[in-house]
């Protein structure tokens, strides 16, 4: 691999397909991408479908995309390619449909005075009207602003009042779209940079509503003699208005340094820079020209004003995953402790940042152990805080309530309170010093009874998860446990595992790995059951948590020989 090399800075606006986006600056050549980090990926992205070592960006006098070994290949705006210079707006892809998105975009000083040279260039220099050079030097300002460190308001303000000064309209306006895609508001001003308050502004629907639909911009010098029909709008004539400005402001997407904004290829629809006048106005080509440019300047205003939001939003995102991730760890147990009668062991797995699992073993008394395991619908925060709500509920198990009565209160308190909208499968069993299984199952899978060579699911009956059906009952089971049984607690993120043709790894593999290994020591048995899981999936996204708890009966520790009982008593 070439030593990285140190560049100006360019951004990379990362769109997950199940998470707010991120932009993500590179600050190194080659910057390397792929899926984890160990091939030294300086953007690591979480989708089996993307390989470990995808594609790098170089810089070499100019940024440019590097098939480094995707699987499919590496797709630029739609096209597969193997390498290719990059654009300030290309679209990166893996080459599947609902994986991740990757929008190149240049550092703001580089993109801008690329920008501004082209726009000089590319304006006429035979126009021959008054004030052009004063006209010009507006256009270098407002440009300029692009990598100013100034307030976003004073920016757009000052953006504001160049287009007024070049129209020489007497008011402006810049209006935005909102989460909803609802045009609002933002600044208003009128000539000489005097601040006009929003409530008394009243621009032209007409003119806005016209302008949207034709993805293009309204100039209108003079109204009277207008072809658009704008005359008879309302709010032309109790204004009098006689010249219109509409220009709708447009995220570019891919779009060509040397190309004429007019020809650019619209993005995202941002806004709109909107002026008018009580006076007919005169626009000469270099007028169109510099305002076409300030309108472009405007949109990328507002477009990074959008990149730095969505960048709050993945901040605010990330601070809520820590805070249900740390609410998720101090429930887990940390560790087991040794229990004379009894071996345990048990892990989670979440398939995000943050699970709906949960798994917990404590004693009741000193000859009475629970073992509890529950899997919440939906991940996140709200699993969480429910989970926190599980386990302070349960922990009354603890002072001798009866565990049906404790079930049924649960699923009361979540069905009346249906606005959390969430509910929960969950296995609760008690076991004794004498192998007494008492157990609770609502709605989880049946845990596994590994007895000798045989593998049986032992606890079947059982009722409704908590949170699904306001009058369900729940009846405690009871199972005699013989030493050397061990009993295997999974949530469905262990069978329902899936494989890249998406086939799962089904409770008949589970079962199967069980056989014969009714004495291996319980970490080398969880150890084989998640190795299986992982080497199964093959890399595939999973869907589900994977849980897994492990008990091991020893026996009665008095010294008393049991009878073999039947494999199922009546409480």
């Not at 510099?290 to 990149?307: C, F, G, T, Y």
């Not at 009565?405 to 076991?431: D, K, P, Q």
Request: proline letters at 5%; aromatic letters at 6%.
């Amino acid at each position: 691999m070439p030593d990285a090399t140190a560049i100006s800075e360019a951004t990379l606006e990362v769109i997950p397909p199940d998470a707010p986006r991120q932009s993500v600056r590179i600050r190194q050549s080659p910057f390397l991408i792929g899926r984890g980090g160990g091939t030294g990926n300086q953007l690591q992205l979480s989708d089996a479908r993307i390989s470990r070592s995808a594609a790098a960006i170089c810089f070499d006098g100019g940024y440019y995309l590097e098939d480094r070994g995707q699987r499919g290949g590496m797709f630029l705006n739609g096209e597969k390619i193997a390498k290719h210079v990059l654009e300030d707006g290309d679209v990166i892809t893996f080459g599947g449909d609902g994986s991740y998105q990757i929008v190149f975009r240049k550092s703001t000083s580089t993109a801008t005075v690329d920008q501004l040279l082209s726009r000089i260039e590319n304006i006429s220099t035979g126009d021959s009207s008054p004030g052009g050079l004063s006209k010009i030097n507006l256009l270098l300002e407002a440009t300029m602003l692009l990598h100013s460190q100034l307030p976003l308001d004073a920016v757009l303000g000052t953006m504001l009042d160049h287009a007024i000064a070049i129209t020489e309209a007497e008011r402006g306006l810049l209006l935005e779209t909102d989460p909803a895609a609802a045009l609002r508001m933002r600044l208003a001003r009128g000539s000489k940079g005097v601040s006009i308050p929003l409530e008394s502004f009243s621009p032209s629907q007409t003119a806005l509503r016209l302008a949207v639909q034709r993805q293009s911009s309204i100039i209108t010098e003079d109204l009277n003699r207008d072809d658009l029909n704008l005359q008879a709008a309302q709010s032309i004539i109790s204004q009098r208005l006689r010249s219109v400005v509409v220009i709708p402001l447009y995220a570019m997407s891919r779009v060509n340094s040397t190309e004429s904004p007019v020809h650019a290829e619209h993005g995202q629809f941002l806004g709109i820079l909107y002026l008018d006048s009580r006076r007919p106005a005169a626009f000469s080509k270099l007028d169109r020209q510099i305002l076409d440019a300030i309108a472009v300047d405007a949109a990328s205003i507002l477009d990074n004003a959008r990149l730095v939001e969505h960048e709050r939003e993945r901040q605010r995102f990330e601070q809520e995953l820590s805070i249900a991730r740390g609410i998720q760890q101090a429930l887990l147990p940390s560790g087991f402790r040794d229990f004379p009668h009894l071996a345990v062991a048990g892990t989670n797995w979440p398939c995000l940042a943050v699970g709906g699992d949960y798994f917990d073993v404590f004693p009741l008394s000193d000859d009475r152990t629970a073992l509890l395991i529950a899997d919440v619908s939906g991940k996140g925060l709200g699993a969480a805080l429910l989970t926190t709500m599980l386990q302070g509920a349960l922990s009354g198990m603890k002072m001798g309530a009866d565990p049906a009565g404790v079930f049924s209160h649960i699923n009361r308190f979540l069905c009346e309170h249906s606005e959390v909208g969430r509910y929960a499968t969950m296995f609760f069993g008690i076991l004794d010093r004498q192998g007494r299984f008492e157990f609770i199952n609502a709605g989880h899978p049946s845990p596994l009874l590994v007895r000798g060579g045989e593998v049986a699911e032992a606890f079947t009956e059982g009722g409704f998860p908590v949170g699904l059906i306001p009058d369900a009952g729940y009846v405690a089971s009871c199972v005699m446990l013989e030493p050397g049984d061990t009993l295997v607690l999974y949530s469905d993120g262990v069978t329902e595992a899936t494989d890249p043709d998406e086939q799962m790894f089904g409770l008949s593999r589970l079962r199967e790995l069980l056989l014969g290994q009714h004495e291996a020591p319980l970490e080398a048995l969880q150890k084989s059951i998640l190795e299986s899981v992982h080497a199964f999936s093959r890399g595939a996204n999973q869907a589900d948590d994977i849980t897994l708890v492990l008990a091991r009966y020893r026996g009665a520790t008095n010294g008393v020989t049991l009878n073999k009982p039947t494999l199922r008593q009546p409480l």
